[in-house]
């Protein structure tokens, strides 16, 4: 196992697909804050809201009938795991925002999810063409504990920014820190950059 996962790093590595201070993992880790949500998909509903030209409301059947997009990507997680290769399904970001009637003011998003965890990003970096709304990991719907029935998937920011059980996205012309980010996560999230924290000053 140890050796598999050396052999692993090193190919991601040649790929230029490790981060610095990333190790592979095999599994799936489960990682959040807080308890995992009981959903009851008869009154689940998904809402967009802030910079909108009205504010609106899918349930989870109106939501499963949204055009579907499939990604393959890398997931890394500010602990410093890396799983390599997954695939998810679901709505593409992009076709949201044009969905939703998003004003040209807006700049940012905030994405909440059940129990108040939110996290942040410019709209520029949601609109990249694998960013999405995803209900679907390696073909089946999501576990609960990887946040049945729908999360987004961020995959260019740590794992914090891709958030599970999301019940809305707010889009809006100034930035607002989200759970994480509030703690002092760094804002941006970047793997590549290595931000992981915000840099404390002074002694
Ligand atoms: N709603 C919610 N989403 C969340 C979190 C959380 O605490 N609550 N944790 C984040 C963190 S830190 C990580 S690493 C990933 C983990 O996703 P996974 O459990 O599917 O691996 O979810 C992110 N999304
Ligand atoms: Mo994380």
């Known amino acids: 196992m140890q050796d598999e996962r050396r ?25 959040h804050y807080g308890p ?10 998904f809402r967009t809201l802030g910079l909108v ?29 890396s799983k390599f290769g997954t ?16 004003k040209p003011e807006a700049q940012y998003v905030l994405v909440h999810a059940e129990y108040g965890y939110t996290a942040n990003l410019p709209l520029d970096v949601m609109l990249d063409d694998d960013v999405l709304l995803a209900y679907k990991y ?12 729908l999360r987004t998937l961020v995959p260019s920011r740590y794992f914090w920014k891709s958030v599970k059980w999301v019940r ?23 793997p590549w950059k290595e931000q992981r924290h915000v840099r404390r000053t002074g002694w």
């Open 7 to 31: 052999k692993l790093e090193a190919r991601m590595r040649q790929e230029n697909r490790l981060p610095p201070g990333q190790s592979a993992t095999f599994k799936f880790p489960v990682l």
């Open 36 to 45: 995992v949500p009981e959903v009851d998909l008869e009154t689940w509903t």
């Open 168 to 190: 809305a996205v707010e889009f809006l012309d100034a930035d607002k820190p989200g759970f994480w980010e509030k703690a002092g996560y760094h804002n941006e999230a970047d």
């Open 87 to 102: 695939n998810w399904e679901g709505v593409s970001f992009k076709s949201l925002v044009e969905l939703a009637g998003v």
């Open 138 to 149: 390696e073909g089946e719907y999501l576990e609960p504990d990887h946040g049945f029935p």
């Open 53 to 81: 030209d009205e504010e609106k409301n899918w349930t989870w059947k109106e939501f499963l009938e949204l055009p579907t997009t499939s990604v393959t990507c890398d997931v890394h997680c500010v602990t410093t795991w």
